[in-house]
């Protein structure tokens, strides 16, 4: 029989994280799961009630001067890397672990995680309720459209919007 146990309510310090730059805002409501391995930049803005779940063993780390919005959830179970100048919009989704493929005869939720990590190259902006999905590099500057499903590497400066995201067009000079 499986048993579930918490993971705890996510409340934390900003002495708890595992490296802080300044001029960091964290807004009513953010919840950190294992800080100590969360680090974020200077001058990085958390919007309310934003969810940033380190993992025990995977790492999240946000560059300097980014804007994360309200109610984002990074997952970070497979590391995720976010550069600077990034945007992410409220209500995005970014997931590292997915459960491998099993029998009819398991439930999928008792399937291994397999982890694949994110990466986020500067001067992106994430549009609102985009989902980034485990294994997906973004490269820099690339703007990717609200509700996007990104499941597959973006090139530099690519505008993406759909899903699954596709590439409708490369930013100008």
């Known amino acids: 029989m499986r048993r579930f146990r918490s993971h705890g ?3 934390f310090t900003p002495a708890q994280l595992r490296a802080m730059g300044e001029h960091v805002v964290f807004e009513d409501g953010v919840r950190i799961w294992h800080p100590e ?3 974020l930049g200077s001058n990085v ?8 779940k380190g993992y025990y063993k995977g790492l999240l780390t946000v560059g300097d001067d980014c804007w994360i919005g309200q109610r984002a959830f990074l997952h ?3 590391n995720i890397t976010i550069g600077r100048g990034v945007g992410i919009g409220p209500f995005v989704k970014m997931l590292t672990s997915s459960h491998e493929e099993s029998s009819r005869s398991r439930p999928i939720m008792d399937a291994p995680l397999t982890f694949g ?10 549009g609102v309720g985009a989902i980034v999905l485990p294994g997906v590099t973004i490269g820099r500057g690339v703007q ?3 509700g996007a499903v990104v499941t597959r590497d973006v090139p530099d400066f690519a505008v993406v919007a759909g899903n699954p995201a ?3 067009r490369t ?3």
């Open 37 to 39: 391995n969360v680090v």
């Open 166 to 168: 596709r590439v409708l």
């Open 117 to 126: 990590p994110i990466a986020i190259g500067d001067g992106c902006d994430i």
């Open 45 to 52: 803005y958390v919007g309310h009630e934003a969810m940033l």
């Open 9 to 11: 309510d996510g409340r």
């Open 144 to 146: 990717v459209g609200a």
């Open 76 to 78: 970070a179970a497979g």
């Open 171 to 173: 930013r100008p000079e």
